[in-house]
């Protein structure tokens, strides 16, 4: 782990708000929880790697989350699968469009993570829209077991 991670503050925050998203009683919608989900992961991996956005998803790409994933991936496959059925998840813009074609690639899937945060964050994702509901759920039920043992580390 890295030296900032003796900064409670730091420890606190990713802590926190992957508790947030665990808590469906407060926190009944996928969309509030996958956001607080993302939060605790993007607090996780700027602190730890020291850098943002997609050159965060590059460093994740290649760091213990990696492990932890070869690890889950048995338990992970289900909804692995329904994933990369999914085939292409557009860009919020339109442009670049990335898919898991592969359910064990996880440096694609790390994209994919992204891109449908990216679009959920820039408002192209409704709560009231079934398929995006059904995309945000696998988003959230993908990263938040990858999320776990690390949060318990700190």
Same mark, same amino acid.
């Given at each position: 782990m890295s030296t900032k991670w003796s900064?409670?503050?730091?420890?606190?925050?990713?802590?926190?708000?992957?508790?947030?998203?665990q808590d469906t009683v407060?926190?009944?919608?996928?969309?509030?929880?996958f956001i607080f989900l993302w939060i605790a992961f993007d607090a996780w991996g700027s602190n730890e790697s020291g850098q943002i956005n997609d050159k965060m998803i590059d460093w994740v790409k290649t760091s213990r989350m990696k492990v932890i994933f070869r690890v889950l991936r048995?338990? *992970?496959? !289900? $909804?692995l699968l329904v994933l990369s059925k999914k085939g292409d998840i557009p860009n919020h813009l339109g442009r670049k469009r990335v898919g898991l074609h592969d359910p064990h690639d996880f440096h694609k899937l790390m994209e994919v993570l992204y891109q449908i945060r990216n679009?959920?964050?820039?408002?192209?994702?409704s709560p009231g829209d079934n398929e995006d509901i059904e995309i945000?759920?696998?988003?959230?039920?993908? *990263?938040? !077991? $990858?999320?776990?043992p690390l949060v318990e580390e700190l």
């Open positions: 900064n409670r503050y730091l420890r606190e925050i990713v802590v926190q708000w992957f508790d947030r998203s407060n926190w009944p919608s996928i969309f509030d929880r048995n338990d *992970l496959e !289900p $909804l679009n959920l964050f820039h408002g192209h994702k945000v759920t696998l988003a959230y039920g993908i *990263l938040s !077991p $990858l999320m776990k």
